[in-house]
Antibody, heavy 119, light 107 residues
Framework: EVQLVESGGVVVQPGGSLRLSCAAS????????MHWVRQAPGKGLEWVSL????????YYADSVKGRFTISRDNSKNSLYLQMNSLRTEDTALYYC????????????WGQGTLVTVSS | AIWMTQSPSLLSASTGDRVTISCRMS??????LAWYQQKPGKAPELLIY???TLQSGVPSRFSGSGSGTDFTLTISCLQSEDFATYYC?????????FGQGTKVEIK
């Protein structure tokens, strides 16, 4: 059974930093592209970032480019999101999601970890 | 970025109804479109990918159609468990983008 379990979400002050983690199991992690997607409270879904199976390619939403860094450790079946210079508008539930086949739709999602940016 | 217009934003329907949700793109995306269902407090679930391919385990009352700029999600016979919010998503180009969502509520 595929499982994605996010962690690391906390309350942080504006300008602060945070690293989210996603532990994957139930599939061959290093075969798949992975994503982070977020959802602000009561709002819709926003794609944040993508990393290829080998970490060689990464992409970001304009809203986080230059502030967030996606990475992965295939030896630990783990995905990460380093978040710097956090803003109040980064407050959201952050999901990690598995790409179905590298094309860009998401067939499995974690339950999310909540990041609150507030003073 | 590709802009997506999803409509309606709110749809009131009854069990047994046939419902359709539309997603229109600001430019052509071939068939690089997915549909998701999200229930309150839960993560989204993939229903349809490649515009019309039903994800494994998804009931056949869900179907998707379209290509280029205009896409449709159809639920042929609405069940109680289908009351939820639905999102379209394009994966033709970066940044990946989602529609604004359609909440399907009980009439």
């Amino acid at each position: 059974e595929v499982q994605l379990v996010e962690s690391g979400g906390v309350v942080v002050q504006p300008g602060g930093s945070l690293r989210l983690s996603c532990a994957a199991s139930g599939f061959t992690f290093d075969d798949y592209t992975m994503h982070w997607v977020r959802q602000a409270p009561g709002k819709g879904l926003e794609w944040v970032s993508l990393i290829s199976w080998d970490g060689g390619s990464t992409y970001y939403a304009d809203s986080v480019k230059g502030r967030f860094t996606i990475s992965r450790d295939n030896s630990k079946n783990s995905l990460y999101l380093q978040m710097n210079s956090l803003r109040t508008e980064d407050t959201a539930l952050y999901y990690c999601a598995k790409d179905i086949d590298g094309s860009g739709s998401f067939d499995y999602w974690g339950q999310g970890t909540l990041v609150t940016v507030s003073s | 970025a590709i802009w997506m217009t999803q409509s309606p934003s709110l749809l009131s329907a009854s069990t047994g109804d046939r419902v359709t949700i539309s997603c229109r793109m600001s430019q052509g995306i071939s068939s690089y479109l997915a549909w998701y269902q999200q229930k309150p407090g839960k993560a989204p679930e993939l229903l349809i990918y490649a515009a019309s391919t039903l994800q494994s385990g998804v009931p056949s009352r869900f179907s998707g159609s379209g290509s280029g700029t205009d896409f449709t999600l159809t639920i042929s016979c609405l069940q109680s468990e289908d009351f939820a919010t639905y999102y379209c998503q394009q994966y033709y180009s970066f940044p990946r983008t989602f529609g604004q969502g359609t909440k399907v509520e009980i009439k």
